[in-house]
């Protein structure tokens, strides 16, 4: 199975600043065929289920605002939020779709500094 | 715009049997392009995907190892839903259960049913 291991496990941002969310994968999520990378972001707030952020690893959802922005390949990945907003405090995580069983990273809590 | 309304009881004894269902509207459980999903997520497992079922041409399934021999998830296209069956439940089984729709990620999640398993 693969494991996913994101990093920090929590953060603290200054409004207007940037915040920046790792995410590594035990294997690599990158399908040789299509040159897509199947790894997906996903923010949630307490009380709500998960909403997906980012998929193929830097394809913002429709709606998602542009200040946040998905990268990396293989293994490595990142999710930044170029100015945080203190509507993004929430957790967030990682999740990849190469192969089953369909693991999501441990989560990342987001706080404001 | 795709939506997903799931139902069942919060408080399952242990042993017994946890069923949940999720109505879908604005798609079909038949769908060609989709997966119908279970997922729970606790603080000790944190967000654990248990199965799917979806249709191509015929009904397919898959589970998690995890709950493999107690699981089942089912269609229903007379009312466009699925359901989930976890058998045997215990203590560890309590989490919050959400069904959620894949294109190979999960872009469409239901609210989410807290089900705590208690005597």
């Known amino acids: 199975d693969i494991v996913m291991t994101q990093s920090p496990d929590s953060l603290a941002v200054s409004l207007g600043e940037r915040a920046t969310i790792n995410c590594k994968s035990s294997?690599?999520?990158?399908?040789?065929?299509?040159?897509?990378?199947?790894l997906a972001w996903y923010q949630q707030k307490p009380g709500q289920p998960p909403n997906l952020l980012i998929y193929?690893?830097?394809t913002r959802e429709s709606g998602v605002p542009d200040r946040f922005s998905g990268s990396g390949s293989g293994t490595d990945f990142t999710l930044t939020i170029s100015s945080l907003q203190a509507e993004d405090v929430a957790v967030y995580y990682c999740q990849q779709y190469f192969s089953t069983p369909y693991a999501f990273g441990q989560g990342t809590k987001l706080e404001i500094k | 715009q795709v939506q997903l309304q799931q139902s069942g009881p919060g408080l399952v004894k242990p042993s017994q049997t946890l069923s949940l269902t999720c109505a879908i509207s604005?798609?079909?459980?038949?769908?060609?392009?989709?997966?119908w999903n279970w997922i729970r997520q606790s603080p000790s497992r944190g967000l654990e995907w248990l199965g799917r079922?979806?249709?191509?041409?015929?009904?397919?399934?898959a589970y998690a190892v995890s709950v493999k021999s107690r699981i089942t998830i089912n269609a229903d296209t007379s009312k466009n839903q699925f359901s989930l069956q976890l058998n045997s439940m215990t203590p560890e089984d309590t989490a919050v259960y959400y069904c959620?729709?894949?294109?190979?990620?999960?872009?469409?999640w239901g609210q989410g049913t807290l089900v705590t398993v208690s005597s």
């Open positions: 604005g798609d079909s459980v038949s769908s060609n392009s989709a997966a």
């Open positions: 193929w690893a830097s």
């Open positions: 294997q690599s999520v990158l399908y040789n065929s299509n040159n897509k990378n199947y």
């Open positions: 959620a729709r894949s294109s190979f990620y999960y872009n469409r």
């Open positions: 079922t979806y249709y191509r041409s015929s009904w397919y399934n």
